[in-house]
T-cell receptor
Framework: AQKITQTQPGMFVQEKEAVTLDCTYDTSDPSYGLFWYKQPSSGEMIFLIYQGSYDQQNATEGRYSLNFQKARKSANLVISASQLGDSAMYFCAMRERNGGFKTIFGAGTRLFVKA | GAGVSQSPRYKVAKRGQDVALRCDPISGHVSLFWYQQALGQGPEFLTYFQNEAQLDKSGLPSDRFFAERPEGSVSTLKIQRTQQEDSAVYLC???????????????FGPGTRLLVL
């Protein structure tokens, strides 16, 4: 079974608008962390935001916020005020307390920001 | 400061050749990870080093894959007798502390794109 599911292969958003990238996850470990990374065409993964399973509030980092719905096992990324430079691949990822040293990534969503 | 660097950035190999991919982590980083990213997919974990100790190699797809980090800094991922299915981007990541903390941020390099013909 897929541990991280990103159902949107591609998304378009108009510059300056907000966009939500979906992520659902599957784990039986009560302690886990969820990450979002951005991968521009240059190739390196850039950390954006982190949400711990016990965190009471949704994580925010500048224009990025994570809509964490624990009961639904979803961790959607919201990008506000999109910029042309936001065009990239976005990956949702998870680490489990009992998962050893592995970070598990989804298949990614390609975001296109239109001028 | 310098980030994680990887070399070569691109490698073309003939099937059956051996290749060596290098990763220079951020200076002082304890943890080092290797990932394989197939085209159109997310990265998949290969192996983890804590300093020079390889603590997890459960993601290495076969015994043709070998990784080392002899002095706890630079790491090399070696693939013997390459096959076409080894074609992928190989990403290296480092982090300053031990990997036991779930929230530990990993800093990624630009990757090496390997094409096996």
């Amino acid at each position: 079974a897929q541990k991280i599911t990103q159902t949107q292969p591609g998304m378009f958003v108009q510059e300056k608008e907000a966009v939500t990238l979906d992520c659902t996850y599957d784990t039986s470990d009560p302690s886990y962390g969820l990450f979002w990374y951005k991968q521009p065409s240059s190739g390196e993964m850039i950390f954006l935001i982190y949400q711990g399973s016990y965190d009471q509030q949704n994580a925010t980092e500048g224009r990025y916020s994570l809509n964490f719905q624990k009961a639904r096992k979803s961790a959607n990324l919201v990008i506000s005020a999109s910029q042309l430079g936001d065009s990239a691949m976005y990956f949702c990822a998870m680490r489990e307390r009992n998962g050893g040293f592995k970070t598990i990534f989804g298949a990614g969503t390609r975001l296109f920001v239109k001028a | 400061g310098a980030g994680v660097s990887q070399s070569p950035r691109y490698k073309v190999a003939k099937r059956g050749q051996d290749v060596a991919l290098r990763c220079d982590p951020i200076s002082g980083h304890v943890s080092l990870f290797w990932y394989q990213q197939a085209l159109g997919q997310g990265p998949e974990f290969l192996t983890y080093f804590q300093n020079e100790a390889q603590l997890d190699k459960s993601g290495l797809p076969s015994d043709r894959f070998f990784a080392e980090r002899p002095e706890g800094s630079v790491s090399t991922l070696k693939i013997q007798r390459t096959q076409q299915e080894d074609s992928a981007v190989y990403l290296c990541a480092s982090s300053p502390r031990l990997a036991g903390m779930i929230q530990e941020t990993q800093y990624f390099g630009p990757g090496t794109r390997l094409l096996v013909l």
